[in-house]
């Protein structure tokens, strides 16, 4: 199933994955209290967040990364798992963390929430970069 030379089923396992890797590691390895603390967030923030939450829009952002990636993946003719998770990880940390640096330098997010998310986007966009360039 191809659009405009692109594999949708390859982007929309990409996007899952990403999804899956971050529910592993935000939601399963870091506790609620642990992820208030990294991000600055009082109870009262996070009380308020989870009454008007906005969850349901949670699969956006992996899709549309997932659709960036197959567009870098084709531009960098990335060959293979290896060129794939290269490609996604150069991404993850070019455009994916230092977006993330934003809640650090200007807001109160943490180092420790630097690091997790460094980790977060090189294994959620190198997977997704793999899955891309070997299911051309």
């Known amino acids: 199933m191809r659009f405009n030379g ?3 089923l ?3 396992v990409a996007a899952i994955a990403i999804y899956a890797i971050e529910f592993v590691i935000f939601a399963v390895l870091i506790p609620g209290p642990t992820y208030q603390h990294m991000v600055g967030m009082s ?3 996070a009380t308020a967040s989870m009454a008007g ?4 829009y949670g699969i956006v952002m992996p899709i549309l990364a997932a659709i960036g ?3 870098v993946v084709k531009w960098r003719q990335a060959v293979g798992l290896a060129g794939g998770f290269i490609t ?3 991404m993850g940390v070019l455009f994916g963390f230092a977006a993330t640096m934003y809640s650090y330098v200007y807001g109160a997010a943490t180092e420790m929430f630097l690091g997790v998310t460094l980790i977060h986007y090189i294994l959620c ?3 997704a970069g793999a899955i891309l360039s070997a299911w051309k």
């Open 125 to 127: 966009y190198g997977v």
């Open 88 to 90: 996604g990880a150069l």
């Open 53 to 56: 939450s906005r969850m349901p």
């Open 10 to 12: 390859a982007i929309i």
């Open 6 to 8: 692109f594999n949708i």
């Open 69 to 71: 990636l197959a567009l």
């Open 43 to 45: 109870d009262a923030q």
